[in-house]
């Protein structure tokens, strides 16, 4: 029995697609494979205390940073997934020095490149908090058939074509944008199917929740240091909350429900932040964007107007309730 208005991400996708007439459906077959290597992924998150997936992989990712197993499981099985749907061309990750090319005869004549983060909050796996993965979809601006290359890589956000996370919390969510509103699906594990369960979010004008790592203050530019301060010595003013896991994913997702901001300035000794713009910066702003907020750099600049030269490329994030990113941003031209 089909249960009055419960839909499913496959049914939400065909619908959508059905409005675009000349749609080949190729977006939706990007979606189905998203959505299956998310269920893979859910499923080893969930096993994590359980099996030996949990630690240390030993080695150092492209960012120089530890890699946990996990987050190379999800870069593997995030890869298989979409090779094997045979309808994208190349994808970057955070996992990957370059570009992965998918060359088999099934993807050859695909438009689509994925940029993705596997594992978003990997700190946070050995101490069973939320998780997540990001992803981005581009069409290639060469013509199909010939080989990848930077420039079909290296887009602006604003040519996003989809962008979406997926977070593995209490509950594990697919939350998505094709430019067309945000919709949030909960992953129902009864029936292996992710349901619509938030439909067309909408990011609060303003909120009460300012989400930074406290500990980088001393290194943090004088503007957002006294927009820092305006927030806890709040008393007389509106009482705000300091809220971070350390999981931009979780972080985000937090303050896109309740109203919020989430930033990650430049520090004195990393002046672009830390945040990748390709696999964190432009998905989360084409979503913060889509629901109504604001994401920029801090300094006017839209995040998703940004020409990336390179595909690990960092830049300050401030984004969330419009009317709290205007306010940093006025502490920060003061
Ligand atoms: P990742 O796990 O993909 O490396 O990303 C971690 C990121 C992001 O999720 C989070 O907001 C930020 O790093 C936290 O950084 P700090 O520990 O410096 O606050
Ligand atoms: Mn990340
Ligand atoms: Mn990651």
Redo the contacts with the bound molecule.
């Keep these: 029995m089909r249960i009055n208005k419960v839909i499913s991400l496959s049914q939400f996708i065909a619908d959508q697609q059905s409005k675009f007439p000349g749609a080949t459906g190729d977006l939706s077959k990007i979606f189905r494979d998203i959505k299956f290597a998310a269920k893979i992924v859910n499923r080893d998150v969930r096993k994590a205390g359980l099996v030996d997936i949990l630690g240390a992989h030993g080695t150092v990712?492209v960012?120089g940073?530890e890699v946990?197993k996990l987050?190379m499981i999800a870069n593997e099985e995030f890869k298989s997934s979409l090779t094997l749907g045979g309808d994208c061309c190349a994808i970057i990750s955070?996992e990957e020095e370059d570009i992965h090319h998918i060359e088999t005869t099934l993807n050859q004549d695909s438009k689509y490149i994925i940029a993705m983060?596997?594992?978003?909050?990997?700190?946070?796996i050995d101490v069973n908090a939320s998780?997540?993965t990001?992803f981005s979809v581009y069409q290639r601006i060469t013509p199909v058939g010939g080989p990848v290359n930077m420039d079909d890589v290296l887009q602006k956000g604003t040519n996003q074509v989809a962008a979406g996370y997926i977070i593995y919390g209490s509950s594990t969510m697919i939350i998505f944008t094709t430019g067309q509103g945000v919709n949030a699906f909960t992953l129902d594990s009864s029936i292996g199917d992710f349901l619509l369960s938030h439909p067309d979010i909408q990011i609060p004008k303003d909120g009460k929740i300012y989400?930074?790592?406290d500990?980088?203050y001393d290194r943090m530019g004088p503007g957002v240091q006294k927009y820092v301060d305006y927030c806890r010595n709040s008393i007389d003013k509106e009482t705000y909350s300091a809220r971070?896991?350390?999981?931009?994913?979780?972080?985000?997702h937090r303050n896109m429900l309740k109203g919020g901001i989430?930033m990650?300035p430049s520090t004195t000794d990393a002046p672009n932040g830390?945040?990748?713009l390709m696999?964190?910066s432009n998905p989360m702003a084409f979503i913060t964007e889509q629901a109504g907020g604001k994401a920029t750099t801090g300094d006017g600049k839209r995040i998703m107007e940004l020409q990336p030269t390179k595909i690990h490329q960092r830049n300050p994030v401030f984004m969330g309730s419009p009317d709290m990113v205007n306010k940093v941003e006025s502490f920060i031209y003061k």
């Design positions: 990712n960012q940073e946990k987050d955070e983060d596997p594992l978003d909050g990997s700190s946070n998780i997540g990001i989400s930074i790592n500990g980088i971070y896991i350390g999981s931009m994913v979780a972080d985000f989430f990650y830390k945040l990748r696999f964190e």
